[in-house]
C-alpha cells in the first residue's frame, strides 16, 4: 500500500511592505546574512513550511502557482520566508534549506524581483498586508500517493 508523503504549507500574502532583520542563528544550519534590515514593498510573500517528504516538484509547483496568482495581484516581486510554525511535521533542517534555495531558484525565473529570508535566523518581522480578500490565503501542496 502507497502512504502520503510531503505536504508544504505556505500562507500567501499581499503585502504593502515587508521588513525583516536577522537578529542571530538559531539553529545549526542557517544561511550566512548580514544583520540588516531588509525592506520590499508591494510584493507577495510566501511564508513556508517545509514539511517531511517534500521534494522539489511540490516546491517548483508552489512557486508556479504563486507567479499566476502574483499576475492577478500585478505583483512581480516574490519573498519567500521560511515560516516553520505552521507545520508539527517539519523536514529534516538541510533538506528543507535546500528545497527553500529550490524555490528561490524557480521565483528568480518567473518573478522580476525574487527574495528569500536568511533560513535558520531568528528575525525580528513586520507586514503591513493589503486590506482586500485575496490578501490572505492559506495553501498546501502535497505529492501523489507513492509506492510504499
Do not use: C
Not at 500567501?12 to 544561511?31: G, M, S
Not at 544583520?35 to 517531511?52: C, D, F, G, W
Request: aromatic letters at 6%; a negative charge.
Amino acid at each position: 500500500m502507497g502512504k502520503l508523503v510531503g505536504v508544504m504549507r505556505i500562507l500567501q500574502l499581499d503585502v504593502d511592505k515587508i521588513e525583516y532583520t536577522p537578529i542571530e542563528p538559531e539553529i545549526k544550519t542557517y544561511d550566512d546574512a548580514e544583520k540588516k534590515t531588509v525592506s520590499i514593498e508591494n510584493a507577495l510573500v510566501l511564508l513556508v513550511s517545509i514539511e517531511r517528504g517534500d521534494d522539489e516538484s511540490i516546491a517548483s509547483k508552489a512557486i508556479s502557482d504563486a507567479a499566476d496568482f502574483s499576475k492577478k495581484l500585478k505583483r512581480n516581486k516574490i519573498v519567500i520566508y521560511p515560516f516553520a510554525h505552521l507545520s508539527s511535521e517539519l523536514e529534516g533542517l538541510g533538506r528543507a534549506r535546500e528545497l527553500i534555495h529550490v524555490m528561490k531558484g524557480s521565483a528568480d525565473t518567473l518573478f522580476e524581483e525574487a527574495y528569500a529570508a536568511p533560513f535558520g535566523w531568528n528575525k525580528k518581522l513586520s507586514l503591513d498586508i493589503k486590506g482586500h480578500p485575496l490578501a490572505e490565503m492559506s495553501r498546501s501542496y502535497s505529492n501523489k500517493e507513492k509506492e510504499g
